[in-house]
């Protein structure tokens, strides 16, 4: 409603004449007398009707009829919008227009400025009560309030990082609360235009609006977490943490939904970098645990096909830790047949059957039954897909896919020769032995070939090297001893991840190039003084080396040296297929290598080479029972330790003397465990000289 225009008050007297303040009159008749004096006797000839006729009228306006409807608010009120009354100013109100912009000063505009500002603090306060509200009403009813997602993005767009990262959070909260079991599809022109009930719109409305906002939200977090590179300020650095902290998140609680893909783009970015900080451990622990929990393989087929792209684009130059994520995919122990890097092989029928179909009695259907059983079959597959219940085909199927991936990239790394994932390699191949083609044994073979030479020959090499001022010597002669060993160990467990009687039947392996390396390295591993070393192990630094540093850890795994020795020597000793088939000449030759090199090393790694022995014992004490006693000696000549040839070393023209000195070994673990291997072999006098 318009304000009434003030009153304005009229003057009762003419004013003087040669006033300035002389207007047009209204009067019929002016005179020149004074006014003080003619006041009365002029008044009465005043044309006070006209006057007021000639004013300007001002008419009253009718309210508006409000025609806009009913709204509901977010507290779920019904309430009637009201619009507004425009006031119409006074036709004179202008006029003081200039004197007020006058009156402003500087100090007063700048005092107005400070009182429109927020304080930090109470931005983020008032950030904190809206996104609390929205959330709450978006976990209450999630289809009625569908528009609570754009309103957390853009309370999420705010330039405060704080505010940031507490709406990053808080989505990714509700997020993980309001997305369904279920892949969301995409509607077509079919389905908008069929008719559906009022639930399935309402449905429909919710789930599209739910993808829409969910990718948002998605390229927003791929967006932050770009911004991780170095040279950036602390606050974009903490924003990408918190990003990649929702991605891998959001990665682990739904990867049945969509835009899976996106999500695993941004842990592989981060792990295509060279910079190994909190991030990136979090997004490998985050594929290692994908990689344990997928059931039907569908996201773990997607993560290594992604990872393998970014392995081959950046040429294989990644941390050892990236590729050691493979080894916990579940097809390690679910995965029933053999694959290579080219095909899979699938389970063969039963050869009795010849090709033809088992014969079944066949049950008389009538047209009406059979029709029956398909629409029951039909409406049993969508059940089974609603309920996201996987068939063994679809998990094989997928896993079979996820192998030839991997085989694929260990391959590659062995033909590039890359010395800094050699070690992961010969590891993941050691695991997947039992999954390895058979037809692909011997080009793998002749590639551990070369790699055993190559370690043998830089391990000469180290050893020759007589310039003071290479420091790297020892870790270098390490990590060439662990890796012809895990070779030695991945040849053989080739062998032993067969079946049995095909192994026996079809595989013509020649394994004596690695029983014959690992001979010759006995000796020089036991006289290796950081044998039982590793990367967690506690060490003074040598105060007389040059460039003093920590011992890096191993390339290949945490396994010590030992470990893998113990294993390289029970995979040729005591192999699980045709272990009596073991040729008596190498079990003595191994039996009296051992015996000496555990005069020379440490405690635990000289009781675990007897307990070895004790094993060795009780499975061949017939073949080497002769070492023991010098009446039984079969061969003549002398034993000849330092011949590299297992079969031309003659140890059964030896005795076990070195067992008199390991029975006054300073160790009584020690001296336990040679009077383990004397109770084996049944030889009272134990040494025998």
């Known amino acids: 409603m318009a304000l009434a225009p003030a009153r304005k008050k ?59 409807l009913p709204i509901k608010t977010a507290e779920g009120r019904v309430e009637q919008l009201v619009v507004p009354d425009i006031k119409e100013e006074d036709n004179d109100s202008w ?196 990689f344990r929990d997928d059931e039907d393989g569908t996201a773990s087929l997607d993560a290594v096909t992604t ?29 029933s047949s053999k694959g290579s890097q080219n095909h899979i092989d699938r389970s063969q029928p039963d050869p009795a059957l010849k090709g033809k179909k088992p014969k079944f009695k066949k049950e008389f259907r009538t047209k009406k039954q059979r029709k029956l059983e398909k629409e029951r079959k039909a409406i049993s597959k969508e059940f089974n897909e609603a309920d996201a219940i996987v068939s063994h085909e679809e998990r094989d199927r997928m896993q079979a896919e996820t192998l030839k991936l991997v085989f694929v990239t260990y391959f590659r790394i062995l033909k590039a020769r890359i010395p800094t994932l050699t070690g992961a390699v010969l590891e993941g191949l050691a695991k997947y032995a039992h999954l390895i083609n058979q037809d692909f044994f011997g080009d793998l073979l002749e590639a551990l070939k070369d790699l055993t030479t190559n370690a043998a020959s830089s391990h000469d090499d180290a050893d020759s090297s007589e310039d003071p001022s290479t420091s790297e010597v020892p870790a270098t002669t390490r990590s060439a001893t662990r890796e012809s060993l895990l ?87 005591l192999p699980p297929v045709s272990t009596h088939a073991v040729p008596p000449i190498r079990v003595a030759a191994f039996s009296k290598q051992l015996l000496i090199s555990a005069l020379h090393l440490p405690e635990k790694s000289a009781m675990g080479v007897l307990g070895l022995m004790g094993r060795v014992v009780k499975m061949h004490g017939r073949k080497i029972g002769g070492l023991w006693d010098t009446e039984e000696r079969k061969g003549d000549g002398e034993f000849e330790a330092r011949r590299g040839e297992v079969e031309g070393s003659n140890p059964f023209a030896g005795t076990v003397w070195e067992g008199e000195l390991l029975r006054l070994h300073f160790a009584p673990g020690v001296r336990r465990g040679y009077e383990d291997v004397e109770r084996g072999v049944g030889g009272g006098r134990g040494g025998g000289g």
């Open 307 to 335: 990872l393998t792209r970014m392995m081959k684009a950046r040429s294989f130059r990644i941390d050892e830790s990236v590729l050691n994520t493979f080894l916990h995919l579940r097809l390690l122990s679910e995965f």
């Open 95 to 290: 006029l003081g227009s200039d004197e007020e912009k006058d009156n402003v000063t500087p100090e007063s505009a700048e005092v107005k400025i400070e009182e429109s500002k927020v304080s930090v603090r109470q931005q983020i306060l008032e950030a904190k009560e809206e996104l609390a509200r929205v959330a709450s009403l978006i976990n209450e009813d999630p289809e009625e309030h569908v528009g609570g997602f754009r309103t957390l993005a853009q309370i999420a767009s705010s330039s405060n990082p704080v505010v940031k990262k507490l709406g990053l959070a808080t989505q990714l909260a509700v997020y993980k609360d309001v997305i369904p079991g279920y892949r969301i599809r995409p509607l077509g022109d079919s389905d908008m235009t069929e008719k559906v009930s009022k639930e399935v719109r309402r449905l429909r409305a919710f789930e599209q609006g739910l993808v829409g906002s969910y990718q948002k939200y998605v390229n927003e977090l791929a967006r932050h977490a770009r911004s991780s590179r170095g040279g950036v300020s602390e606050a974009l650095s903490s924003l990408a943490t918190v990003a990649i902290s929702c991605a891998c998140t959001l990665l682990l609680a739904v990867p049945h939904f969509n835009f899976r893909g996106e999500l695993i783009k941004i842990l592989v970015t981060k792990l295509s970098r060279k910079r190994i900080d909190g991030d990136y451990t979090k997004c490998r622990e985050t594929f290692e645990t994908l």
């Open 10 to 68: 009229r003057r009762l007297s003419p004013p003087e004449s040669g006033s300035p303040e002389t207007s047009p009159s209204t009067l019929v008749e002016t005179s020149d007398a004074p006014s003080g004096n003619d006041f009365f006797a002029n008044a009465a000839r005043w044309n006070l009707e006209q006057d007021y006729e000639t004013r300007p009228r001002k008419v009253k306006k009718k309210d508006r009829e409000n025609t806009r």
């Open 487 to 573: 070779c030695i160990i991945t040849a053989f467990a080739l062998l032993e991840g067969q079946d049995a009687h095909k192994a026996a039947s079809t595989l013509h392996l020649d394994l004596s190039f690695f029983t014959t390396h690992l001979y010759r390295s006995l000796h020089a591993l036991a006289l290796d003084p950081d044998l039982e070393l590793s990367a967690r192990s506690l060490r003074l630094p040598d105060p007389h080396a040059l460039s003093p540093s920590p011992l890096p850890a191993p390339k290949i795994n945490i396994q010590t040296t030992p470990a893998l020795l113990m294993r390289a020597l029970s995979s040729i000793l």
